[in-house]
């Protein structure tokens, strides 16, 4: 299990300079990639991009590159130029005015004094940046796990007390048939009062079944198990598992409603209650989860 939210990064050395990556990871609900690079490596974005992409879970991340320290890419001084123009600013101030002084900021003046080198010209240049962004995305991918274990270990233990709290319910939803009986006998003889009439013990039970068959929830306790395990198996799981366990515990709290509306009872109105809070404090964590 791993976070959605982290920082990485990689470095690769490039001459007597390095090419740096960095990696920000934050919350989303599906895989968006945003690069910043250095202008003399935007022929590369696409290929970062795309690289990774391919290791890259739902979330969104921002990748920068930059450069540091004096590397091939670095803008390098055309010396002959630079001699030539400085002779000739020197030739027109000897015919200008002798005595003054030529100071070097002159040369700011003059255009193409620096050029680019093409990245293409640069043997290893590519593998260089996808070195370090490798390198960036396994150290994102350390800091996200970290983080996952320890979300792993809260939903297990949100895990625990929801089973617990199943095991309320199916203690107190026992005796739901049995106590609604009671209840529509005791009605019926408040209803008769002394009045001499007799009840139909077989409509009385033809009643009685269809109370029971509208306050059963085993099949929901059953669901219930279901989804528990499922979600064992994915907290155990090392794919991403965001949108999964937040599906599981949606149909978790649709079960819990219809449980409510069976119950009919305070102690199991309160139950739920907590069975809800539970859901969402695990769902708010699997937010947070690739």
Do not use: W
Not at 25 to 38: C, D, F, I, K, Q
Not at 78 to 104: H, M, T
């Amino acid at each position: 299990m791993k976070s959605m939210t982290g920082f990485g990064v990689g470095e690769q050395s490039l001459g007597d300079g390095k090419i740096v990556v960095e990696v920000r990871a934050l919350n989303h609900r599906y895989v968006e990639v945003r690069t910043s690079v250095a202008p003399e490596l935007s022929c590369y974005a696409f290929a970062l991009e795309q690289k990774a992409r391919e290791r890259l879970d739902r979330g969104r991340y921002d990748i920068s590159v930059r450069l540091c320290g004096y590397t091939p890419l670095s803008p390098r001084l055309d010396v002959g130029r630079a001699r030539a123009a400085y002779a000739a600013f020197a030739k027109l101030r000897d015919e200008l005015a002798p005595s003054s002084e030529l100071p070097i900021g002159v040369m700011a003046s003059v255009p193409e004094l620096f050029s680019l080198p093409s990245p293409e010209d640069h043997h290893g240049l590519r593998e260089s940046l996808l070195g370090a962004l490798q390198s960036a995305l396994d150290d994102l991918e350390r800091m996200q796990r970290y983080e996952g274990d320890e979300m792993r270990g809260e939903l297990a233990s949100c895990l625990d007390h929801l089973r617990q709290l199943r095991v309320a319910l199916a203690a107190r939803c026992a005796g739901q048939v049995g106590r609604a009986r009671e209840r529509l006998h005791e009605r019926l003889a408040r209803l008769l009062g002394d009045q001499q009439l007799a009840v139909d013990a077989g409509r009385l039970e033809a009643e009685v079944a269809i109370l029971a068959d509208r306050s059963d929830v085993s099949e929901e306790l059953v669901r219930l198990d279901s989804h528990y395990a499922q979600l064992d198996r994915l907290l155990a799981s090392d794919e991403p598992v965001g949108r999964r366990v937040d599906f599981l515990l949606q149909e978790v709290a649709r079960e819990a409603n219809t449980i409510a509306s069976k119950g009919q009872n305070a102690a199991i109105s309160q139950l739920i209650v907590e069975v809800k809070a539970e859901v969402e404090r695990m769902r708010q964590q699997a937010a947070n989860v690739a």
